[in-house]
Nanobody, 113 residues
Framework: QVQLVESGGGLVQPGGSRRLSCAASDTSFRLNTMGWYRQAPGKQRESVAIITPAGSPNYDGSVKGRFTISRDNAKKMVYLQMNSLTPEDTAVYYC???????WGQGTQVTVSS
């Protein structure tokens, strides 16, 4: 079974940037639509961005224009570049294979001064 490992989380000041990475363990990665999700304390997990195997992105309205999802199929990686971060972006961010039960373990992003 494919495994996903996220990295790149941490403490960021408001207005700052952070790049999250997700590494997949299997070459079938290139066939999958991938997504970044996040879950803030006391809230449900929500979709942030998804990207098709061909690289077409789609964003939730709250992050559109600030976040960029990308992928490198050769490296089996998907990325989330986050700019202009606000405290409302504080959450655990998860990598997910769309239409599967496969999730990464999550990486914490905290936006605070």
């Amino acid at each position: 079974q494919v495994q996903l490992v996220e990295s790149g989380g941490g403490l960021v000041q408001p207005g700052g940037s952070r790049r999250l990475s997700c590494a997949a363990s299997d070459t079938s990665f290139r066939l999958n639509t991938m997504g970044w999700y996040r879950q803030a304390p006391g809230k449900q997990r929500e979709s942030v961005a998804i990207i098709t195997p061909a690289g077409s992105p789609n964003y939730d309205g709250s992050v559109k224009g600030r976040f960029t999802i990308s992928r490198d199929n050769a490296k089996k990686m998907v990325y989330l570049q986050m700019n202009s971060l606000t405290p409302e972006d504080t959450a655990v961010y998860y990598c997910h294979i769309i239409r599967s039960t496969i999730w990464g373990q999550g990486t914490q992003v905290t936006v605070s001064s």
